[in-house]
């Protein structure tokens, strides 16, 4: 059985679904596969009817009553596919942080989205605090 017919709602059949390496993280990911490509379509169409309005993902969690952990990885990969961008601005969840602002990329708008292997590590797999610190001073306390 090829992965195309065991994952076919999966526009990357190949491509495995991101986890922290732990065994729990790991069966998760797999476990979720056959549901990713769906999922990540709700949350395209959901950011799409929003227009210029947009959405948090807080926002698109409670209008998908979708868990933070099934919304981010897929709102995540659409941002990597260049379909959902981050309009600049934020708004605040119900708990008063600032959060992003998605919108959704017209089929003509070029792709924004950074490879993770382009952000300033400093041999880190995370974004450094100097970075951090000097892209949203205000937001760091």
């Known amino acids: 059985m090829t992965s195309e017919t065991l994952f076919p709602d999966d526009p990357q ?13 790991k069966l998760a990911a797999r476990l979720m596969k056959p549901f990713a490509g769906k999922q990540a379509e709700r949350v395209f169409e959901f950011i799409k009817t929003q227009g210029d309005h947009g959405a948090t993902d807080e926002e698109i969690q409670t209008a998908l009553k979708m868990t933070g952990n099934s919304e981010r990885p ?20 119900e708990s008063g942080t600032p959060a992003k602002v998605w919108v959704a990329v017209s089929p003509d708008e ?13 041999g880190r797999s995370k974004p450094s605090r100097t970075h951090l610190d000097e892209s949203a001073p205000d937001m760091i306390s």
């Open 110 to 122: 070029p792709a924004t989205a950074k490879p993770k292997t382009d952000w300033p590590t400093s």
């Open 74 to 93: 897929r709102r995540h990969r659409l941002y990597l596919d260049g379909r959902v961008k981050d309009s600049k601005n934020m708004r605040a969840t």
């Open 13 to 25: 059949p190949d491509k495995a679904l991101p986890h922290n390496r732990t065994a729990t993280s």
